[in-house]
């Protein structure tokens, strides 16, 4: 099996870096708080994995600084706001202003919904606080049939809850998610993308599971990476970075699973040195 090529993702992150400091999907796009934030934590998982110290070289620009700083008076919704503290955090920006105002925004604008909670969740962890607001244990996803996300959102609340968790049927029903090529679809029987491979990784990690075929998803995942450096959804599909960080997160998810197991893949993200953004 290849290794991914991290200098190369480097590269493709940093052709994507506009003149104020943000991120955009394509050089040609204008910046968004989620490309910036997919940008940031893309290389902060392969300077987790790796001897780099690539947000200090690569980021921690004083345009980048004011940027993010600026991105937290946008009050979108939950999950900008989460992508917004969580790049701030990155950085080194003090998020304490944050936490009252938080809370506020919080009790006035949460949803029964699995997606406000989860979200929710993330964001008190990044700010340092505890994540108090009752939940409702009957709330269930509003949909006839879960989406890959969707499952992973409702095991990631149900344990913050310490409520319980149908391990056997949860982890059949991602196991089933898995594709004959190797990826993950939405759900059981559907076409595989790259997102699905994170997020059923990513559930399957969290009930202590692991995929049917390791190998096949890491080949599967690979196989997105082009001559950009940047991932597709799909092989031989165009590259953004979205795809790019649901990739490096499947593969840092799948390194994390080799660490734990005897029989290791052979090549995993790769140790070696990763030049930073020039």
């Known amino acids: 099996m290849k290794e991914v090529d991290l200098n190369s993702v480097v590269k493709f992150i940093c052709d994507r870096k506009k003149e104020d400091g943000g991120f955009a999907q394509t050089p040609f796009l204008p910046h968004t708080i989620e490309d910036t934030f997919h940008a940031i934590s893309i290389l902060q998982q392969i300077q987790q994995n790796t001897n780099s110290n690539l947000i200090n070289k690569s980021i921690n620009t004083d345009k980048t600084i004011n940027y993010l700083t600026h991105s937290l008076k946008l009050w979108c919704n939950i999950k900008t706001i989460f992508q917004s503290a969580y790049s701030c955090r990155a950085v080194g920006i003090d998020l304490d202003i944050l936490k009252t105002k938080v809370k506020e925004y919080f009790t006035k604008t949460i949803k029964n919904n699995i997606c406000s909670y989860y979200y929710g969740i993330m964001l008190f962890n990044i700010i340092n606080e505890e994540f108090t607001f009752p939940f409702n244990n009957t709330l269930i996803i509003q949909n006839d049939r879960y989406t890959s996300k969707e499952v992973l959102m409702l095991i990631t609340v149900r344990k913050y809850y310490n409520l319980p968790v149908d391990i056997g049927y949860l982890s059949t029903w991602l196991e089933k998610c898995q594709t004959c090529d190797g990826g993950f679809g939405f759900y059981p029987g559907t076409t595989s993308y790259i997102e699905n491979c994170h997020f059923c990784l990513k559930a399957l990690s969290l009930i202590g599971s692991k995929p049917i075929d390791i190998a096949g998803v890491y080949n599967f ?45 052979k090549n995993g993200i790769s140790t070696k040195s990763v030049k930073q953004c020039r």
């Open 221 to 265: 995942i690979l196989a997105c990476q082009t001559k950009s450096g940047g991932f597709a959804r799909k092989n031989n599909a165009a590259p953004f970075l979205d795809a790019t960080w649901h990739a490096i997160a499947g593969l840092s998810i799948l390194n994390s699973m080799h660490s734990q197991d005897e029989k290791r893949l």
